[in-house]
């Protein structure tokens, strides 16, 4: 489903205008694609920011004369420290059209321990209905033991989506962790050492006390 935002039109521009913009909660975004021309937007600040937290967000913008687009998150610039979003690009989507997008992998339940899960693959692209895009896709470990392997074509997409991605990349596997131990010659060998390296300091201490 679309997030429905009201939106303005952009008419000022450049590093002030949009310093500006920022400053009354709202952000600098531009809507392009399809073979049109990009239409710089306003958009409203906190409504944009809770619909950012998925990143293919599908936005329905309602343009100041009551028409609509549908624009897609392609990319979010944010403050390297705030992390406040500073300018937003958009891609011009029809109802109907497929897109082709990453979405994040979410791994879900817990392998028989010792084992764990290993995420090899964080994003699978898909190509999918724009108006069905998943916000991330679930792949199960529940109950597995190691050597569990998840690939590519063995996860269930989403009615109507293909993958895109090679179907043998490794996307999800279980194993126990290695854990190094000393071996026991080791350990002996230290000991010894540190034996010898006591007896050399009571030795030499003794002979300069004579």
Known sequence: MAEKLS?????????????RIRQQDKIPAVLYGRGSDPMHLVLPGHETALAARNSNALLELVLPDGS????????????????????????????GEKVQVDVPVTVTGEPVPPAISVLDL?????EVD???????????????????????????????????????????????????????????????EGEESEGGESEGGASEEE
């Open 7 to 19: 939106v303005e039109l952009r008419e000022d521009f450049g590093k002030g205008a949009a310093r």
């Open 122 to 126: 964080q994003n699978l692209t898909i």
């Open 130 to 192: 724009a108006l069905n895009v998943p916000e991330n896709i679930e792949v199960s470990v529940d109950g597995q033991e190691e050597g569990f392997q998840i690939f590519a074509g063995d996860v269930t997409l989403p009615a109507g989506a293909e993958l895109i991605n090679d179907p043998e990349l490794l996307v999800v596997g279980v194993q126990v962790p290695k854990v190094e131990e000393e071996s026991e010659d080791e350990a002996e060998g230290e000991e010894t």
């Open 68 to 95: 609509s687009e549908l624009g897609m998150l392609k990319d979010i610039q944010r403050h390297p420290l705030t992390r406040i979003i500073s300018h937003i690009d958009l891609l011009l989507v029809k109802r």
